[in-house]
C-alpha cells in the first residue's frame, strides 16, 4: 500500500515542489530592485521545499514500512 500511494501521490507533489521552485528562482537569483532583502526567504523557501519533498517522498514511507514491520514483529511474539 506503502508503494501504491507513493506512485500515486509522485506527480501532484513534484509538480507542486517544481512550480513553486521555479517561482522562486527569480527572487533567489536577486533580480529586481530591492532583492538583497529577499533574496535569503527564497533560497530558505527553496531549502525547505526540496526538503519536505524528499521526506514527504522517500524518508516518511521507508519508516512507516520499517516501524509496520517492526510493530508486527513485537506483537506476533507475543
Avoid at 2 to 14: C, F, Q
Avoid at 40 to 47: F, L, W, Y
Wanted: net charge positive.
Amino acid at each position: 500500500a506503502v508503494l501504491e500511494t507513493g506512485v500515486v501521490r509522485l506527480r501532484p507533489i513534484m509538480m507542486t515542489t517544481a512550480s513553486t521552485i521555479l517561482g522562486m528562482l527569480p527572487i533567489a537569483l536577486g533580480l529586481g530592485a530591492g532583492s538583497e532583502l529577499r533574496q535569503p526567504m527564497a533560497v530558505a523557501i527553496i531549502g525547505g521545499l526540496i526538503t519536505s519533498t524528499l521526506l514527504s517522498l522517500i524518508v516518511v514511507p521507508v519508516l512507516y514500512t520499517l516501524l509496520e514491520d517492526l510493530w508486527l514483529k513485537v506483537f506476533k511474539r507475543s
